[in-house]
């Protein structure tokens, strides 16, 4: 019975005793151009953080033309630096430091995308650059903190461009960006905090929907306005939730010259409650930028109160809507009606017409009706101060019956305002609107960008390597433990268990090169064996 208690104590011993092992990741480094790559390359899809202990010079190899990982890696410069020659691209990187962090010379191009640089010490700078290098970052935060650091320092006649990205430093004498070339800034935010902090010492400065603070006095101030690249539609069929894009391109015009400045993709995020999927008709969904993302003051102030028009379709039903604007000639107007589905798939059909709540419903005159197109009507005769209530009936074909319903009305200038309505031309009565408006499940399309790696990321090395590790270490101690139990069984002596049992598993372990708090884990174990063994003898020869 005791032999059997101390065997259960040496099993739970030694499973405790093997799960710091395989828990510890090993300590990535990198002292050159080449250990930092196949660093990266190791961690290309489980992310992790890497120790730079020595200043390297990357961009000499022109096959390896950046570092775009597929999750997260860190680089932890301490109070190294990464000199930048060449074409070089940082994307889901994050670079930490308590120096500077990257040096661009021999007139470099430097790309930063989803990336994040921090310099905490006194006098440090998160970029210098050289010559006449260039610098673009997106969606990408640079932060420094300390007496007179610096975000971005060119002493030459450098050409910066930031896209969705913030800089900002904190401390006395503080400057964000310094150069003698020029700094376009899109959609971003450029900040220093302490006295004597500056945001911006540039030869020129353009500003396009982003915000500067302490202001800066050269600063080209562009004028803009936000809307959407695609003002179209959105289409979802009856009690089917439709798929509403998680990120749509604006463009940003400048008010004076309606020149488009800057076409940026932003993430979204939608307003559904106002979406009634179980009746066709086209709704108006609010939408914003999303919270959980970086947007700059001057693009979220921007882009509020946006709409976009959702279509709720009846597959087996023709569809109806405005989408022209009205146009007038000779004292009457002129519109467009266009229609989900071809007019030929349903034969000719009939637009009927409701003027003016008059509950008397006419077929539109085909004189004042023709069919511009496959799925469009124009329609003349529309006059001034009216208002028009329009459904389309179907004669034939896979789709028939009514269209949807809707109003237009043109105020005495021609200006058309078009609503829905419930109106019906085979009734004199007002449908029932529905009360309680059942919301759209939304499922939001993936904004996750493909990743091209300029270099091909080999995905062995740390997992296989610890792996193996684990696996030698388990293999000592289950030789320990075989060694044990054949002493219980009285096939091998105390002498022989202690001395080239246990004893030479702590020497192999340890001449293995297994972690230290392994090899004492294992110590333990052995020493509290060794005391059970003797004193399991001890019993025995008691009884």
């Known amino acids: ?29 990198a002292d050159s151009a080449e250990t930092l790559i196949s660093a990266v390359s190791a961690l290309n899809e489980t992310g992790g953080t890497i120790h730079v202990t020595k200043d390297i010079v990357l961009g000499r190899d022109s096959s390896i033309g950046g570092f775009e990982p597929d999750s997260s890696i860190t680089l932890d410069l301490g109070r190294n630096t990464l000199y930048i020659q060449n074409s070089f691209s940082f994307k889901n990187i994050t670079i930490t430091g308590q120096k500077t962090l990257l040096t661009l010379e021999n007139n470099a191009d430097l ?15 998160a970029i210098k650059i050289s010559g006449n290098s260039c610098l673009s970052a997106k969606a990408s935060k640079i932060e420094v903190a300390g007496t007179n650091t610096c975000g971005i320092s060119a002493v030459g006649t450098a050409y ?24 376009d800034a899109y959609f971003s935010e450029i900040t220093a905090d302490g006295t004597g902090a500056t945001a911006v010492d540039a030869g020129e400065v353009l500003l396009n929907t982003s915000v500067v603070s302490p202001e800066v006095e050269n600063a080209v101030i562009a004028d803009t306005t936000a809307v959407p690249k695609n003002a179209g539609y959105h289409y979802t069929e009856l009690n089917t939730p439709g798929s509403l894009p998680g990120s749509m391109v604006f463009k940003i015009t400048d008010k004076d010259t309606g020149d488009i400045r800057y076409s940026p993709s932003l993430p979204v995020c939608w307003n559904t409650d106002t979406a009634d999927i179980t009746k066709a008709g086209i709704y108006s969904l609010s939408y914003e930028l999303c919270p959980d993302t970086f947007t700059p003051a001057g693009a979220a102030a921007l882009l509020k109160s946006q709409n976009q028009r959702l279509v709720v379709i009846d597959p087996k039903k023709p569809f109806i809507y405005y989408d022209a604007p009205v146009t007038e000639s000779i004292g009457s107007y002129s519109m467009l009606l266009r229609f989900h589905q071809p007019i030929q798939s349903f034969g000719t059909p009939t637009l ?22 496959a799925n469009q009507y124009s329609l003349t005769g529309l006059e001034a101060g009216h208002s028009y209530v329009f459904q389309l009936e179907a004669k034939n074909g896979s789709i028939s019956g009514d269209s949807n319903a809707i109003r237009i009305t043109l105020d005495q200038e021609g200006n058309p305002t078009v609503t829905q309505s419930d109106r019906n031309h085979g009734s004199n009565e007002t449908k029932v609107v529905p009360t309680a408006v059942p919301k759209v499940s ?12 300029p270099g091909e990321n080999v995905k062995t090395g740390t997992r296989e390597s610890l792996k193996s590790e684990s696996t030698l270490y388990l293999q000592e101690m289950g030789n320990a433990l075989k060694t044990v139990s054949s002493y219980l069984n009285g096939t091998t ?31 333990l174990l052995c020493a509290v064996t060794m005391l059970l063994v003797r004193s399991e003898t001890s019993d025995v020869k008691d009884d």
């Open 493 to 523: 002596s105390v002498s022989e268990n202690v001395n080239t049992g246990i004893t030479g598993v702590i020497k192999n372990n340890v001449k293995g090169g297994l972690p230290a708090a392994a090899a004492l884990s294992l110590t």
């Open 111 to 125: 790309q930063l995308d989803h990336s994040t640089l921090t310099a905490e010490a006194e006098n440090s700078t």
């Open 160 to 183: 910066l461009s930031l896209d969705t990205t913030s800089v900002h430093t904190t401390g006395s004498s503080s400057t964000a960006i310094q150069t003698k070339g020029s700094l």
């Open 442 to 453: 939304v499922e939001k399309e993936s904004s996750s960008l493909a990743v091209s790696s």
């Open 352 to 373: 009927w017409v409701e003027k003016d709540d008059s509950s008397t419903w006419q077929a539109w005159p085909a004189e004042k009706l023709t069919a511009t197109a």
């Open 1 to 29: 019975m005791k032999t059997r208690k101390t065997l259960l104590l040496i099993i739970l011993c030694l499973l405790f005793t093997g799960m710091p092992v395989c828990a510890q990741a090993p300590e990535n480094t």
